[in-house]
């Protein structure tokens, strides 16, 4: 078999064999295949599809190019949580805790931000001396003291996806349903979970723009995860507009901080509220209990009862960061910063926005990437001040800039104030939970 | 521009700028689109294909991505021919000194052969101290003083092509019209040329099985010539069967020179007819002869008159070869070969033969190459002994390999009676001469 001939069957619109997808993965990894070969693949996938088998071949294939953990000895039921992501995205730090407290055991394996999406990885490493490049056994010591642990993407799970997803962002392929379901599952597959929820975003600052798209995609993640005898729900959720008030890293964990802590500010409900969702299908779903209604009360209890925010403020210690930030979250603020005004340039009320574009003007400021190899920083970012459905005066503040140089400054600011639409009616608020997908 | 903007472009069906052609091309030739970026986007415009424009924008960025001869100052018009490639194609060993007797300069630029198709280039250096890699000053001089020259492809024309095609061979990207056109084209646009006579092969041992698929490409070939301001013409001609008795290169070279010195077997006329019929087209369509009708009886008055031999012997001579071969073919018979009766297993008529298969069968044995880097074993060949229509007893040969190692000579020789269809009705031998494109 040469790489040509998968090549060309694909091209020609054909089903690839299991046999033709294992020597493809396998070939990713030696180097047997060319990048160009590889790319020119992927392209054909992009543009003429897969099939259910196809895809179920591409995951297991890519799923077994690397180690899979297992966790199976510890007492309580394995479950993780993927988000498709996006901007201010910040649930992760609120669930795990929850989701542990209730019983659950959440070995978190995260992303890094590129492009306009953040990484649940950047915000974390805002907390000073915050570790996430623990070994394996410190990975496992950490989950067993604390119930969730979180760690990067290591050399050894899912090779095949590293070097797939490096490809894929280089040649316009990532968006490709099967591609996506196997980069995401292939990883989440490797973690050795019992259940796992996942949270596909739609809209202006999500991958699916609209609401088909995301459901086609949840429906194949579910089936997959299924399939693989991992209990596997997806929830559709909002991305018209950044979740929460903030977007950056350290205001980010500022703002998990403080939901934790129970100072909860009306523009970061929707954080608050979806995190709590998210673990309590966690909990129901990995059996702990078997009421969705129950683990929901469970989930709220551990949150008003501060048994989250010390579970979180145990994990900060474990993993090497400052944990003075739990009960200080002013301390991630760098007072070197400028905040600087974005302003309404007329009155009415915020009818849409661009969320991408806010991502991308905090990345002009340096809290984001273009490219993998770009350094990031932690301090800056935006608070929204104003949401949709908010009315606004002329001269009134969108929201604040926290942002270094002037030029960037400017920039950040023209972008945001483009990413607003302010109108003359009042739309309706976005619903957070579009849909629920189950097996 | 990033290339990541190309690809997507053409990713989604649009319509490439004249500047997105550019930046792709020129970043091909400086590395500035890596080679994975660049298949991606030969595959998407595989799948995708290319507006007339587009293919225009391709072909002169290909063109101008290197040097462009100029052949203006010699009195004689400038003209050549291009194949598409097939098996046993010699027609450019015979055409070439023919039309130079008749007053058209011929600056021919060819190829080798890959996969089943030969290449001229291999042809020639059968004869022995050919050089083909002539300086472009002795190519200058060898064609002032001989009417015609034969040289490689060199690193200055069209580089952008030469980086282009080896992806798209690594990629199955090489089918693709657009593609195929800018490749051509940019090449022989780059020789300087008067008129171009285009063969377009269809059939069995040809890139275009069918002729709708032959016309299609014939068509673009030729408009695409014109919109240069160089007048072309297409032919498309059958490839169902070898053309004419050898494949091979020494075996190959040695029909030429007996067709050129008027010693006919008829299994190789078509090579013969074909060969004056294009020659006629570069006489007429180049100016020296208005009436193609009149250009046709000075072509074969050049044949007959010897002049073209005599040309041939001279342009040998010019590029150090052993000029004896004009007079004594049986030179280039290489004794220390076996002959291999290739016999039919059962009586009736030749009803078909894949001639790409053929092409293989001489590949196996060492007259071809799988990879550009293998070498070529000249004195290989197969010569056919029944053609499309003829009939043949049970235990009668096919034809004859000229061969050396028994394992090879044994796939060589299945491969070729597989090739073989044989059936009980006499078939009609195929019109050598399908269909004429003029712009």
Redesign the interface.
Known sequence: MR??DV??RK?DGGELSREEIAFFVRGVVSDEW???????L???I???GMSGAEQQSLTEEMLHSGEVLDFSELPQPVADKHSTGGVGDKTSLILAPLAAVCGVCVPMISGRGLGHTGGTLDKLEAIPGYRVNLSLAEFRTVLERVGFAMIGQTETIAPADKKLYA?RD????VEAIPLIVASIMSKKLAAGLDALVLDVKSGTGAFMHDETGAEELARALVATGNSFGVRTEALITDMNQPLGRAVGNAVEVSECIDLLRGEVDERARPVLDLSVELAARMVSLSGVEASLDVARGKVKRALESGAALDCFRRNVEAQGGDARVCDEPGRLRDLTLREVRVESERAGFVAAIDAAEIGRAVAVIGGGRARMSDSIDAGVGFLAEAKIGDEVKAGEALGLLLCRKTPDAEESAARIRSAYRIAEEQPRAPELIKEVITP
Chains 1, 2 share one sequence.
């Open positions: 790489p040509q090549i060309r091209r060319a990048d160009y070969q590889s790319s020119a992927l392209m054909a992009y543009l003429n490809l280089a040649t316009e392929t």
